[in-house]
């Protein structure tokens, strides 16, 4: 009786499964004028996916229910592809994306510096904290600095 039930229930999942690729099938456009795209149809998100000339992938999903844009990079960039010979460029392209320069990616240097400063004196001291309580009280006290610098680099939108 239970390897019938087993039976039954992998044959339910095959025919599920078999069932399911047919709905879901990849498929590409070769527009006239535009970019060409890759996508899913059926696929509730409406993912296109370009390969643009640099061989960068774009993967846009339109949201109508909020008037926002969302942006996530994932690059082979970490710590684990660094050069042996050259450790910490992971890093260093860390701080160009997301601190900026005296020169580039910088509303005001001045301004956003000190405030820079201080988040990275607070996560030296938030990575050598053991004890609980002052770590819950130095991420909250890390939060609230990114929080500031975010509204001076974007003035219009509050922050909290």
């Known amino acids: 009786m239970k390897k019938l039930f087993l039976t039954l229930l992998l044959g339910g999942v095959l025919c599920q499964t078999a069932r399911l690729q047919n709905n879901y099938q990849w498929k590409e456009t070769k527009p006239a004028n535009g970019y060409a795209y890759k996508?899913?149809?059926?696929?509730?998100?409406?993912?296109?996916?370009?390969?643009?000339?640099?061989?960068?992938?774009?993967?846009?999903?339109?949201?109508?229910?909020?008037?926002?844009?969302?942006?996530?990079?994932?690059?082979?960039?970490?710590?684990?592809?660094?050069?042996?010979?050259?450790?910490?460029?992971?890093?260093?392209?860390?701080?160009?994306?997301?601190?900026?320069?005296?020169?580039?990616?910088?509303?005001?240097?001045?301004?956003?510096?000190?405030?820079?400063?201080?988040?990275?004196?607070l996560y030296e001291v938030y990575g050598k904290t053991t004890d609980p309580e002052k770590e819950k009280r130095s991420i909250n006290k890390l939060m609230r600095f990114r929080a500031e610098l975010l509204n001076t680099l974007l003035p219009t939108n509050t922050i909290k």
């Open 39 to 121: 996508y899913v149809s059926n696929d509730p998100m409406d993912v296109r996916i370009y390969t643009l000339s640099n061989g960068l992938t774009v993967m846009l999903s339109p949201n109508k229910k909020e008037p926002r844009i969302a942006y996530r990079m994932a690059v082979r960039a970490g710590s684990n592809t660094d050069p042996k010979d050259h450790t910490g460029l992971a890093h260093y392209l860390e701080h160009l994306l997301f601190k900026g320069t005296d020169k580039y990616g910088s509303l005001d240097w001045t301004k956003e510096k000190p405030k820079l400063d201080s988040i990275d004196a």
